[in-house]
């Protein structure tokens, strides 16, 4: 399988702040870069889909100004939250793309105070 | 209809049956079919991986997938405390555009 990692593992920031997630594709490298969200006993939310070299693609709801994703090189992809509010909290996971079969990170578990 | 349906449970079983979890879809387009397992507050980890209809065994678990039914299913024989966990499948065309189930909480009693 592969080897995604995301750093860092857990967060708590207070409202208003920004949070940056890294994920990092180790074993692969990954043109796209999914990200999801995933609230308490709810299946995984594909938030948005970044492309190494160009934008991000955003899903209906998702707020692109609000979720900058960044996809720097083929094994590094950033989402970073601005201004956090607390309904912001939540698991989020990547997963690099341009495979069969997906596999994701870790996850990251924002709390915003 | 959603694309993807999947009983959110929760189910609970005793140690040692044999757990059935299954899914159903309506794209007739899905080619790649898996199955993830996720332990709370961690990713999802891929379990089985299936393309097209048939079956596949990998130890205690066995994938089926039925397309002309539209149908999916997992099981786990010989289920022990540690399979405790929330299981999704997840099935795509061509290896783009995932869609996941919501996901069947499971509880293996001891």
């Known amino acids: 399988g592969a080897v995604v990692s995301q750093h860092p593992s857990w967060v708590i920031c207070k409202s208003g702040t920004s949070v940056k997630i890294e994920c990092r594709s180790l074993d692969f490298q990954a043109t796209t870069m999914f990200w ?26 998702v707020e692109k100004d609000k979720f900058l994703i960044n996809h720097a090189s083929l094994t590094l992809s950033t989402l970073t939250v601005t201004s956090a509010h607390p309904e912001d909290s939540s698991f989020y996971i990547c997963s690099p793309g341009g495979r069969e079969t997906q596999y994701f990170g870790p996850g990251t578990r924002l709390l915003v105070l | ?34 199955w993830y397992r996720q332990y709370s507050r961690k990713g999802p980890e891929l379990l089985m991986y299936t393309y097209s209809s048939g079956n596949k065994e990998d130890g205690r678990f066995t994938a089926q997938v039925d ?17 405790s966990a929330t299981y999704l499948c997840a099935m795509s065309v061509g290896g783009q ?14």
Do not use: H, W
């Open chain 1, 36 to 61: 999801y969200r995933q609230f308490p006993k709810q299946s995984l939310m594909l938030m948005a889909t970044s492309n190494e070299g160009s934008k991000a693609t955003y899903e209906q709801g």
């Open chain 2, 1 to 34: 209809q959603k694309e993807v349906e999947q009983d959110p449970g929760p189910l609970s079983v005793p140690e040692g049956a044999i757990v059935s979890l299954n899914c159903t879809y309506s794209n007739s387009a899905f080619q790649y079919f898996m």
């Open chain 2, 67 to 83: 397309k002309s039914s539209k149908y999916i299913s997992l099981f786990i024989r010989d289920s022990q405390p540690s399979d």
């Open chain 2, 97 to 110: 555009n995932f869609v996941f189930g919501p996901g069947t909480r499971l509880s293996v009693l001891p």
